[in-house]
């Protein structure tokens, strides 16, 4: 990426951020060569805390890539917030069943316009008690259907340090070591061309998770890492007579 072609509002960004993560943090940044130098790709990452943003896109942007994020749509239209946001690239998802047609049009152009788009599989961040990933949802696997696009695995351990979901605690001291390494493009050649089935996404879902938490056992120096978290599911409530049953909703 030619700094020069940052324009203003994305160099604004890097001059506020940068200067603040580089005093917080110690960083150990390897595998960056398995990020492509241009075109499409998708940056899949596992998710252990609010700082995992900020420390992804210090690392891509050192790797020579813009980060390009979703967020929200009704972020972008808050008044200068939205104007922002959109002139840094990111990419505005509308949230429910209703809009996920036209959120999934919005990732594809942003992947064919060569843009390195970050996405958590898991949807939020982990809730293994130890912060190992959970199970993924199926966005990233049916966007690398469509466009084709190489699928990077990142993995990253430290930005709990800056802050912890589990507690919500600040890491308020300076050097924070973050270490963050991206491998080289998962591989998902079995499903070219197949159907978006959900035994399809679900398994290339599957494929990815298992990649991640791999490369994230490798990192701790875990030999037998968790298998798959997810979340205990609850007992449902029997309806009171003359109440309605709503069914659960299944979001990819």
Not at 122 to 141: D, H, I, S
């Amino acid at each position: 990426m030619a700094r020069r072609r940052l324009g203003f509002w994305r160099r604004l960004v890097v001059m506020l951020v940068k200067p603040v993560l580089t005093g917080w943090t110690r960083r150990t940044w390897t595998g960056m060569e398995h990020i492509p130098a241009t075109g499409g790709a998708i940056i899949v990452a596992n998710h252990l805390s609010h700082a995992d943003p900020v420390v992804i896109g210090h690392y891509l942007y050192d790797a020579g890539r813009w980060p390009s994020f979703l967020a929200k749509a009704s972020v972008f239209r808050v008044p200068v917030v939205g104007y922002i946001i959109s002139r840094c690239q990111q990419i505005p998802v509308e949230r429910g069943s209703v809009d996920a047609a036209r959120s999934l049009d919005t990732l594809v152009t942003a992947v064919k316009d060569g843009s390195s788009v970050i996405i958590y599989p898991e949807g939020t961040t982990t809730k293994e008690p130890a912060l190992w990933p959970m199970r993924g949802k199926t966005g990233a696997a049916r966007l690398a259907l469509i466009t084709g696009a190489p699928v990077i695995p990142v993995v990253m351990d430290g930005p709990q340090a800056m802050f912890d979901p589990r507690t919500g605690k600040v890491g308020v001291k300076a050097r924070i070591p973050v270490r963050v390494h991206a491998g080289p493009a998962i591989d998902l050649t079995r499903w070219a061309g197949a159907a978006p089935t959900r035994h399809t996404l679900d398994s290339m879902t599957e494929a990815i998770m298992l990649h991640l938490r791999d490369m994230l056992a490798e990192m701790r120096g875990v030999t037998d890492p968790p298998p798959l978290w997810a979340p205990p599911r609850q007992r449902k409530e029997t309806p009171a007579a003359g109440e309605p049953v709503v069914p659960n909703g299944d979001q990819a």
